[in-house]
């Protein structure tokens, strides 16, 4: 999705500042949640490296980088300042090492579900209150929906995105703790290139960007449907 996917659709006004003010939400709070997960894990495992680098706060300032915030606006996908962990300081590194991987996706899921939780209870209450989308009212209505909706699409995709395991995303860490260290040092060597090599399929390979659209769709999806469960009772 994105700003580019929005004016590709021909998005409305309200679609444009709805999405730039939902990335902003992520960018101010979802994205350093994410990072401090990581860094609160890694902490109560034993590695005191994220608190002595000042990562382990939930000020924006020590997490944002620019090309992460422009990803985001643009495409949808970005990544923060990875938290540096100290694996010689768990008690099991290579579990650990994961666990602390999953703690920053896993806090994304959790917001996007509230996200979808909220937009249908907001949804429920002006159908039963009989609210008419006509007018100023219906308007900031409408605006909450689409705020609610990208918060969840954005950090779903922000999930999704983390999972993929490529150096140096989440998913590589969960990937050191499935592979023997002889192979995962040598696939960290190329760190950089396999993450550009990421970046240019995500902008450039429609299969690669629909494959993600696809995950990223069936768990929205999934959300929508628990979230509603309670409501279908009425």
Known sequence: MGLIGIFAHRGSLLEIVSYLFSVAIVLLIAMPVHEYSHGFIATKLGDPTP??????TLNPKAHLDYFGILSMILVGFGAAR????????????KR????????????????????????????????????IAY????????????????????????????????????????????LPDRFYWKIMRY?????????????????????????????????YFVAGLPFTLF
Request: overall charge neutral.
């Open 135 to 178: 007018g100023y009212l219906g308007i900031v209505f409408t605006l909450i929906g689409y705020i609610l909706f990208y918060i969840a699409m954005l950090n779903i995709n922000l999930a999704v995105f983390n999972f993929i395991p490529i150096p140096p995303l989440d998913g590589s860490k969960i990937l050191f703790a499935l």
């Open 96 to 131: 650990d090492m994961a666990l602390v991987a999953l703690a920053g996706p896993v806090s994304n899921l959790i917001i996007g579900f509230i996200a979808v939780l909220l937009h249908v209870v907001i949804n429920f209450v002006v159908g039963a209150v009989g609210i």
């Open 51 to 56: 608190r002595y680098q000042g990562r382990l």
């Open 191 to 223: 760190e950089r290139i396999f993450y550009f090599v990421l970046l240019f399929l995500i902008f450039f390979s429609g299969t690669f960007s629909n494959i993600l659209s696809s995950v990223i769709g069936s768990i929205l999806n999934l959300f």
């Open 82 to 93: 990875p938290v540096s962990v100290d694996s010689r300081y768990f008690e099991k590194p």
